[in-house]
């Protein structure tokens, strides 16, 4: 199978802090430095609709389950719920103390889910009028830094190198001490591991139920800045962004290197494969990169990378 590079999209919004697809992969979001959120085509690169109403760099953003809603988080401390169609806010949701660095909706979206700074994670009942967080969660001693939310549990990851899970049907907290700042945590489609980048440079592979260590991928950089990981070819390969201006993919099971998305200058820092097709969306710089595989006329200045 190869990869090729089939998309470039200049965004002009500053530094693209995420990039993430809506629920069937159709569309993509871009979160940016100068306070907007740009829904895109990804294929064509058209700009659909750009989404302004915070007073802070855009830090994560994510698409209901019908796409008719899009929630974002920001360096200006608030929680905003837009509606996709006429591109204004439904709501404006406020209650972090601090810079809110990830979001994700539940199952159903009726709930979003944001991770801040102020070390806390804080669940919004978005259907509602209640402007209030129906649940916050202050167990953590350091800023969260991502979130996995499935039907019955909030998965959050911590820079003080924990990851806790809430069972919201038992009520319970289990947590799990890596031990080394956790940057972002991402979970297998059959939901039995997790996956942990850190900032030592290593991805951990982790048991979901048992927290325990399974298997370590290195070989990208990280250095300070918070690197995303994925999971890819139907959990048979890790793949990860790297402050080297690549890509790196390994095996899964092996935990070797398969092979590295040259990707010029610049950090590689967020990520986004496509929910059930091959395409993953990168961030870096100010630019979206779209990777996937070759269409049947391939353009010009597309670039073949073979993966295995």
């Known amino acids: 199978m190869e990869l090729v590079r089939k998309k470039t999209i200049n965004c002009d919004q500053g530094a693209v802090r995420a ?44 698409g209901s389950c019908d796409s008719g809603f899009i929630v974002s988080v920001s360096a200006d401390k608030s929680v905003i719920y837009w509606d996709v169609t006429t591109g204004l806010p439904v709501r404006r949701l406020r209650g972090h103390a601090g810079t809110v660095k990830c ?4 199952e159903d979206s009726s709930v979003a889910v944001s991770g801040s700074t102020d070390n806390t994670v804080m669940c919004w009942d978005i259907r509602t009028r209640k402007l209030d967080p129906v649940q916050t969660m202050r167990e953590a001693k350091d800023c969260i830094s991502s979130l996995v939310v499935t039907e019955h549990k909030i998965i959050a990851g911590s820079l003080d190198g924990s990851i806790r899970q809430y ?3 038992a009520g319970e907290l289990t947590s799990d001490t890596i031990g080394v700042p956790i940057t972002h945590i991402v979970q297998t489609s059959d939901g039995q591991c997790l996956l942990a980048a850190c900032l030592d440079s290593t991805i951990r592979l982790i048991d979901t139920d048992t927290g325990e260590l399974l298997s370590e991928y290195k070989g990208h950089r990280t250095e300070d800045y918070h690197i995303e990981c994925g999971v890819i070819g139907s959990d048979s390969q890790i793949i990860s962004g790297s402050a080297a201006g690549c890509a790196v993919i390994w095996d899964l099971l092996e935990g070797s290197e398969v092979r590295r998305l040259p990707m010029e200058s610049g950090v590689v820092h967020s990520m986004a494969p496509h ?21 049947d006329e391939v353009d010009d200045d597309e670039e073949v990378v073979e993966i295995f």
């Open 19 to 62: 990039v993430r697809y809506n629920v069937d992969g159709s569309y993509c979001l871009s979160c940016g430095s100068d306070k907007k959120i740009k829904l895109w085509n990804p294929h064509s690169g058209l700009l659909l609709k750009t989404y302004g109403g915070h007073a802070g760099e855009v830090m994560d953003a994510a």
């Open 167 to 169: 069972d919201l049907r």
């Open 275 to 295: 929910p059930t097709g091959s395409d993953i969306m990168f961030a870096k710089r100010r630019q979206v990169e779209l990777w996937g595989l070759p269409s």
């Open 103 to 106: 979001v994700k909706f539940n």
